[in-house]
Nanobody, 116 residues
Framework: QVQLVESGGGLVQTGGSLRLSCAASASMFSINAMGWYRQAPGKQRELVAA???????NYADSVKGRFTITRDNAKNTVYLQMNSLLPEDTAVYYC??????????WGQGTQVTVSS
């Protein structure tokens, strides 16, 4: 069982920056991949960025060049640095971890609101 606790959401103006953090209760070495997803009102949850245990990253086209995902294995934490934020980035952001047995775990979500 992996518990995930997200933090760092909030309200920011267009063009601003936020950094989201996701702390995992388990060692990062038991986790295969971690990612950030988001869900806006009336829309499906979508992948924003993901990072594997080997450090390979994947981004949604809409955030490439603006968002950066990193992981700190010593702190069992994954970060999402979000720059040049746009109103369309407004959503609840969820952290997800996939362990090496293939089970997926989700955080409780953190709200990001970008005002125009």
């Amino acid at each position: 069982q992996v518990q995930l606790v997200e933090s760092g959401g909030g309200l920011v103006q267009t063009g601003g920056s936020l950094r989201l953090s996701c702390a995992a209760s388990a060692s990062m070495f038991s986790i295969n991949a971690m990612g950030w997803y988001r869900q806006a009102p009336g829309k499906q949850r979508e992948l924003v960025a993901a990072i594997t245990s080997g450090g390979s990253t994947n981004y949604a086209d809409s955030v490439k060049g603006r968002f950066t995902i990193t992981r700190d294995n010593a702190k069992n934490t994954v970060y999402l640095q979000m720059n040049s934020l746009l109103p369309e980035d407004t959503a609840v952001y969820y952290c997800r971890a996939d362990d090496r047995l293939g089970f997926a775990y989700w955080g409780q979500g953190t709200q990001v609101t970008v005002s125009s």
